[in-house]
Structures are given as structure tokens and as C-alpha cells.
């Protein structure tokens, strides 16, 4: 208990306050994580759906599956840890940054304005030749245009997010490293800590002199660094730390 209090306390006089979120903190939405005994590559080879080979190999089948994740997150709520995580930026403002992994765009539904997304957004598409990004048409619409090319060359259209093997959205890494830099207190929220470069970002935060809070139900590679670490999901832990 003194710890959590430790941490209420640091959060509170915090200028600059600076979150990783995970596939654990959209999990309570129904959204399915990753690696988990019953997560989204149970019953999926990734090599077929998130790799630029597979796209290029059956690129109506990749968009198939995108569109049935696509419809699933539309139909997703943001959950009480999103609207608390929004609630903070209202609080801390400019010296605020989320940064998420997740692809489902629930932390904006959540009212949340200043967020980084490393993996990119499967709300939108962008062109397989020039630079041209849109938002995705309605569910139903995309369901029945599964090969849909660029209005500006012609090319066909992928999901706007960042497959295995990819690079990140230009300047999207350096910005959340600046934030954690500069943070003087770090959260780390329902993710694995194991996949890179995000997975570095806690670390970069502790060893500039940040307090580091981690809120996941399992120990991950940041627990032992954590200065408190909350073995729970993320709506149990961010409402005993932000409530």
C-alpha cells in the first residue's frame, strides 16, 4: 500500500507524464491480445496476414481478414482504463503522451488527443506506391471492395498498420522516446515488454530517472526495473492508481 500511495503521489505532482499501452488494455473491450493462450494468432498463420509477403501473395485474402477485424473493432467501446488515460491527459496536458501499439483507435474514442501510434491504425488504408492514406469506408462497404486501389496511381490499397518485418511510421518512435526521456513518470500498461522497439521505452524512462509504474497481469521483462508493479489487468490497475 505504501508503494501505490508512492506512486498516486508521484502521478499527481507529475509535469510530464508519459504511457505505453498494449493489447492488454483493449482485451476488456473484446478485443483479442496477441499471445495469450486464446489470443488473435490461435487460429491465424501471421505470415499469411500481417507480413508484406503474405499481402503480396493473396492480397484479397489479407484484406478479407482486415475487414472482419475491422468491423469487430467498430463495434468495440472504449473501457473504463481508456477513459482513464484521457482523463490524465485533460489533467497534465502538453507535458502528456500516449504512446499505444494497438491498431484499434480506442483510445481516441476515448476523448484521449495526444497519442502516438507505433503500429499505425486499422481504420485507414494507404497506397502500396505513393503516399496516399484514407479513412476506411463503413464495414459493410469495405466487406464488398476487397482489392480497393489508390485514386492518385491506381495502385492497390493495404491497411495502414505496420506489419512483422516493417518500419515504423516516420517519426513516430523519436517522439516517443522524447516523451519517456523527458518523463518523470513512466506507465507501462497491459503489454508483454517484449516486442521492439516499444518494448525499450520503459527502460529508456528508468534509467533517465523517471518512476516507473507496470500494470499487466503477468511479469514481464520491465517488472524487475518497475518501481511498482501491479499484477493486475488494466481497468483494475489504472482505477487503484488514477482514482
Known amino acids: 500500500m505504501e508503494r501505490l500511495k508512492e506512486a498516486r503521489e508521484r502521478i499527481r505532482a507529475a509535469r510530464r507524464v508519459a504511457v505505453l499501452t498494449g493489447a492488454g488494455i483493449s482485451a476488456p473491450s473484446g478485443i483479442p491480445t496477441f499471445r495469450d493462450p486464446g489470443g488473435l494468432w490461435k487460429n491465424f498463420r501471421l505470415e499469411d496476414y500481417a507480413t508484406p509477403e503474405g499481402f503480396k501473395k493473396n492480397p484479397e485474402e489479407v484484406w478479407r481478414w482486415y475487414a472482419w477485424r475491422y468491423k469487430k473493432i467498430r463495434e468495440a467501446k472504449p473501457n473504463p482504463a481508456h477513459h482513464l ?48 492514406r484514407t479513412e476506411l469506408p463503413a464495414p459493410e462497404k469495405l466487406e464488398n471492395h476487397l482489392q480497393p486501389k489508390c485514386p492518385m496511381c491506381g495502385a492497390l490499397l493495404r491497411p495502414d498498420v505496420v506489419w512483422f518485418g516493417e518500419y515504423l511510421p516516420p517519426g513516430a518512435l523519436e517522439m516517443a522516446q522524447t516523451a519517456f526521456a523527458s518523463a518523470e513518470v513512466a506507465m507501462v500498461v497491459g503489454t508483454s515488454a517484449v516486442v521492439e522497439p516499444a518494448a525499450s521505452l520503459g527502460r529508456l524512462a528508468k534509467h533517465a530517472g523517471a518512476y516507473l509504474i507496470e500494470v499487466n497481469p503477468e511479469n514481464t521483462p520491465l517488472t524487475l ?11 483494475e490497475g489504472l482505477a487503484r492508481l488514477l482514482r
Not at 87 to 100: D, Q
Not at 118 to 124: C, D, E, T
Request: charged share 30%; with cysteine.
Open 225 to 235: 526495473l518497475a518501481d511498482l508493479a501491479l499484477r493486475e489487468g488494466a481497468v
Open 85 to 132: 488515460l484521457a482523463e490524465l491527459e485533460r489533467e497534465k496536458g502538453e507535458g502528456f503522451l500516449l504512446v499505444t501499439q494497438n491498431i484499434d483507435g480506442l483510445h481516441q474514442r476515448a476523448g484521449s488527443e495526444r497519442v502516438v501510434e507505433l503500429h499505425g491504425s486499422i481504420h485507414r488504408a494507404r497506397c502500396t506506391v505513393c503516399d496516399f
